[in-house]
């Protein structure tokens, strides 16, 4: 079992590699005992993303209903076949994940096969579940249970996931609007995308990492590295997207270059070494 256990956890880390070069740099940067639980986490949220952004010629809402299913089995079986869900259901039950957590962040899968414009209420409901909980899980793995810390922080992780997915609804909209038909942003008409409906919601973004900041320093020191690492990357591709003109986003993907990623690494390991983190 123990073999099992070992390859599961090690094909969430292969996912995680694939998927996203700058959350894998970012766990590198944690404290080894928080690699393989982190890597968990991202690998069931990602796999339940793909189902509905991807599985295109596939009964999406079929498939999302049976990846929830087998979630809430493995968890309560403490096993399962599938390698992502049995690597989760180790870090849910090791950690005392919350499952309203992990039924929130579902139920923002499922809005993707439903909804394709989002009003207020339902842009705040999508970006709970959809990044805020993540961001919470991650945060019980960090504080190691002690739920007062985890109390603490609990108000800035939600703003740090807040912030991460709006800079990613912002570079996605060629994607999301174009191939996808979606609007996440309330009240905005891509259609007509001017500079003052760009300002705006970098103005919210903005906001979020404000608060999110101080949350990151006052992470356990095993998690802040990676944490600090994830938080300066966003920043930098934040930084990039309000330097574009808001034609620019709706139809190109911006990026941050891989050396400047590495030069984000380099810095942020500095810093921790200094112990001016």
């Known amino acids: 079992m123990d073999l099992y256990t070992k390859t599961t956890?090690?094909?969430?880390?292969?996912?995680t590699e694939h998927y996203s070069t700058s959350f894998t740099l970012g766990i590198k940067t944690l404290d080894?005992?928080?690699h393989l639980p982190i890597y968990a986490i991202y690998g069931f949220v990602r796999y339940a993303d793909e189902i509905v952004d991807t599985f295109h010629g596939f009964d999406k809402k079929a498939l999302l209903a049976r990846f929830k299913a087998d979630t809430y089995t493995a968890i309560e079986e403490g096993v399962s076949l599938n390698p992502v869900l049995h690597s989760f259901q180790l870090i849910v039950n090791k950690y005392?994940?919350?499952?309203e957590l992990i039924e929130a962040f579902l139920h923002s899968m499922e809005m993707d096969l439903y909804f394709a414009?989002?009003?207020?209420?339902?842009y705040e409901e999508y970006i709970y579940g959809s990044a805020e909980v993540v961001g919470l899980m991650c945060l019980r793995v960090f504080c190691e249970g002690?739920?007062?810390q985890y109390d603490t922080l609990k108000a800035d992780a939600k703003r740090l996931g807040s912030a991460f997915q709006k800079v990613n609804f912002l570079r996605d909209i060629k994607s999301d609007f174009q191939e996808?038909?979606?609007?996440?942003?309330?009240?905005?008409d891509f259609q007509n995308f001017t500079l003052a409906d760009k300002k705006a919601i970098e103005d919210d973004i903005q906001a979020d990492f404000d608060a999110a900041l101080r949350g990151i320093l006052a992470l356990p020191k095993g998690a802040k590295g990676g944490v600090y690492l994830a938080y300066k990357y966003y920043l930098r591709l934040f930084d990039k997207i309000k330097n574009c003109p808001a034609s620019k986003i709706q139809n190109e993907r911006i990026r941050v270059p891989d050396i400047q990623k590495m030069a984000l690494l380099a810095s942020t390991y500095v810093k921790l070494r200094l112990n001016v983190l």
């Open 117 to 122: 414009d989002y009003n207020q209420d339902g």
């Open 96 to 99: 005392k994940i919350d499952h």
């Open 180 to 188: 996808r038909g979606r609007t996440y942003f309330p009240d905005v």
């Open 9 to 15: 956890l090690e094909c969430s880390k292969l996912i």
């Open 146 to 148: 002690n739920s007062e």
């Open 32 to 34: 080894k005992e928080f």
